[in-house]
Structure formats: structure tokens, C-alpha cells
């Protein structure tokens, strides 16, 4: 079979020599190529429509939160949660936890993963000391010791929304 009479399901996952000549990185091959023809016209169409099939990013799902939006949920006398987003989706949830002096948290099995970074302040599970700038990462089925934060805290959380904040 010659290139000419390539049949149409061919046409549609196969690249010719003269395709494959136009989509390579040497410029010269372009001199071998009639960019006009209907086979090069063919090429063209297919590219465009899997870049039209493409999904364009949801720029309306971008989402800012500033220091003064949101609303802090008091959990008790010493900690409190500032919801960031909540991806039903996938079931998980971000938020920030400001922790005063003095507050203490029970210790808690993990029904998800937990990514945990202290922003500010220190914050403690037993004998793990964690201060501003450090990450702690809770896999799913993990469990914490009492935590404690002697001098206040504020972590950033992205875990599982069904993960309740244990106090």
C-alpha cells in the first residue's frame, strides 16, 4: 500500500513520513515539506482538535483568602479553626488552627492523611517539638500522642474532611 492509499482509520493514528518530517525539530525538513498539501492540511486539523479538546483550567476555582476574610469557629476555650477551602470532591479540607498557650489537644487516630506546617509559634506531640517553619505529615491510620503547645501555635492542616479535630 503507497502512502496515497492509506485507509482512513490509518489516516487518523499513523504519521507519514512527510508528518513526521513536519513535526521534527530540524528546520531543514521543512524544505521537504508542502505545508499546503491535504495531508499536511489533515495533520493540522487533528493537532487543533486535541488541543480544542483540551480542558481549560477553571479560573473561577481560584480562590484568596486574605488575613481579615473567613471566620474563626471557636473548638473550645484555647483553639480555634479558620475554614481555607473545602474540596467535597476529593474530601478534603484545608484550614488554619490557632492555638493559644497552655491549650491542649487528646491524642487521635488519623482517618486520612494530614499535611501539617507551623506558621508561627511551637506546638508538641510527646517528645516531637515543632516550631515555626516545620512540616509534620500524619499518614492515614497514624496516631498522635497528647499535643500541647506551651508558648502558642499556628498551623496550617490539609487533611481529610471527615478528620475531626480531637480536643
Not at 500500500?1 to 513526521?20: G, I, P, Q, V
Not at 513535526?23 to 489533515?42: F, G, H, K, W, Y
Not at 474540596?87 to 492523611?113: N, T, V
Request: hydrophobic share 35%; charged share 25%; with cysteine.
Amino acid at each position: 500500500m503507497n502512502k496515497d492509499n492509506h485507509s482512513t482509520r490509518e489516516m487518523d493514528t499513523a504519521l507519514s513520513d512527510e508528518e513526521l518530517l513536519l513535526l521534527s525539530s530540524e528546520p531543514a525538513a521543512l524544505d521537504t515539506v508542502d505545508i499546503n498539501s491535504s495531508r499536511m492540511q489533515s495533520l493540522r486539523a487533528r493537532v487543533m482538535s486535541q488541543v480544542d479538546e483540551q480542558p481549560l483550567p477553571d479560573l473561577g476555582k481560584l480562590i484568596t483568602v486574605k488575613t481579615d476574610d473567613g471566620d474563626w469557629q471557636q473548638l473550645n476555650d484555647k483553639i480555634s479553626k479558620k475554614t481555607l477551602y473545602i474540596d467535597e470532591q476529593k474530601g478534603q479540607e484545608a484550614f488554619l488552627l490557632r492555638i493559644k498557650p497552655g491549650a491542649e489537644a487528646e491524642p487521635h487516630q488519623h482517618s486520612s492523611d494530614e499535611h501539617c506546617i507551623v506558621l508561627e509559634g511551637s506546638f508538641s506531640f510527646g517528645d516531637l517539638h515543632l516550631h515555626a517553619g516545620d512540616y509534620h505529615f500524619a499518614p492515614k491510620g497514624s496516631w498522635h500522642t497528647k499535643a500541647h503547645s506551651v508558648s502558642g501555635a499556628l498551623l496550617y492542616i490539609q487533611t481529610g474532611i471527615e478528620q475531626q479535630v480531637s480536643l
